[in-house]
């Protein structure tokens, strides 16, 4: 979907300025606890950063504390090729927090069933799938921040970068790390926008010019702003979030928001299909777009699919909307496999090795 038509409409302008009153459904609803959907074991699928997952969870835990959780924790690519190799035999009963293009590929391979979480309606259709009743239903949206250790760069010298212009300059050669675009998300999302930015031919000429001032492409999306926080590649194309929270940690560094605009994904739940599908996964989905969960949500990132009224947190655009670049999700969804193919083909020989 074209994000920023509907900005330009006025559409999306309540999302992030005003509260959205009665947006979400307590999903203990009149749920007793001894009732069969608030019990039994779910096996969640999930890309959120490992240090949200406990603070995330636990009004679900404190609502539920009959219905065990099974967590797998892993990066973006990873869980999507975990999702498509299980497709015959799914193992998974939801995803949660997991990028909206990887879930319209499980959709388009009919791996997804679709399902209304109470209080889905209030999500804008620009996060949410666009049939009827939605195969998936996003949380929030993350964008590209680039990680910038200024101590590292003042000492040698070096201007800090402020635009991916700025990145294949002479003077970042070798200082610089970025996510894999075929296992992190961040690396995906960061891809797709540059071509869709610069259109396809000119964005991979610049790719071609940013590999030779890459030091290394790295597994996960968060490990690039550490790597730049640590001073060992003082510049990193990471997501906005954990470089703010590096900030807050006292690393010395910033996080730029390229002035081309960032790419972005939305981190997204939908219920897996499968032959016996749990009464409890739809309470969990319920819990996950409830206001107890949007809360969280809105600690860490600056656009949440329902409005808190919540400030943004500091680090961030104070405008993110006009931040984010003109995305076209499905079409990021369509070409991923061909983006991938070429970029591993042209640049992984820089990958680290999986630890």
């Keep these: ?33 001894s009732d069969s959907k608030t019990k039994g074991d779910l096996t969640v699928y999930t890309a959120i950063e490992e240090d949200s997952i406990e603070p995330y969870l636990a009004t679900f835990k404190e609502k539920y504390p009959d219905i ?14 975990r999702l498509l190799a299980e497709k015959d035999n799914p193992q998974a009963d939801v995803v949660w927090g997991v ?9 388009d391979q009919g791996m997804l069933e679709p399902y209304a979480p109470k209080g889905s309606e209030e999500i804008e259709s620009a996060f949410k799938d666009d049939k009827e009743v939605p195969s998936w239903v996003g949380i929030d949206a993350w964008m590209t921040g680039i ?24 003077e970042y050669k070798g200082l610089i790390s970025m996510p894999n675009p075929s296992s992190s998300g961040t690396g995906y999302l960061t891809v797709s926008a540059l071509i869709q930015i610069m259109g396809e031919e000119k964005a ?77 996964s739809k309470v969990f989905l ?39 670049i003109d995305n076209d999700l499905k079409s990021a969804a369509k070409n991923r496999e061909d983006i991938l193919n070429k970029w591993i083909s042209k640049y992984d020989g820089k990958t680290e090795k999986e630890s």
């Design 286 to 324: 319920d819990w996950a777009i409830s206001k107890d969960a949007m809360n969280e949500y809105s600690k860490n990132y600056a656009v949440t699919t329902i409005s808190t009224g919540n400030p943004i947190p500091e680090g961030f655009p104070k405008k993110p909307l006009e931040q984010m």
């Design 68 to 81: 065990k959780l099974n967590i797998v924790r892993a990066s973006t690519g990873d869980i999507t090729a």
């Design 147 to 170: 990680t910038v250790n200024t101590k590292e760069l003042s000492d040698n010298n070096i201007p800090v970068p402020s635009s991916y212009e700025d990145l294949i300059k002479p």
């Design 1 to 33: 979907m074209k994000f920023k038509k509907l900005v330009s409409l006025g559409v999306l302008s309540t999302l992030l300025l005003s509260v959205i009153t009665g947006c979400s459904t307590d999903s203990s609803g009149s749920d007793s606890k």
């Design 204 to 280: 991979w000429q610049y790719m071609d010019k940013l590999h030779e001032n890459i030091g290394v492409y790295t597994q996960s999306g968060s490990a690039p702003a550490t790597s730049a926080a640590s001073g060992e590649y003082p510049i990193g194309i990471s997501f906005g979030y954990r470089g703010i929270k590096l900030k807050e940690e006292g690393y010395p560094v910033e996080v730029v928001f390229p002035k081309e605009g960032s790419g972005w994904d939305i981190e997204a739940n939908a219920l897996v299909k499968k032959d016996n599908i749990k009464e409890a």
């Design 99 to 107: 990028a909206a293009t990887s879930l319209l590929v499980a959709d």
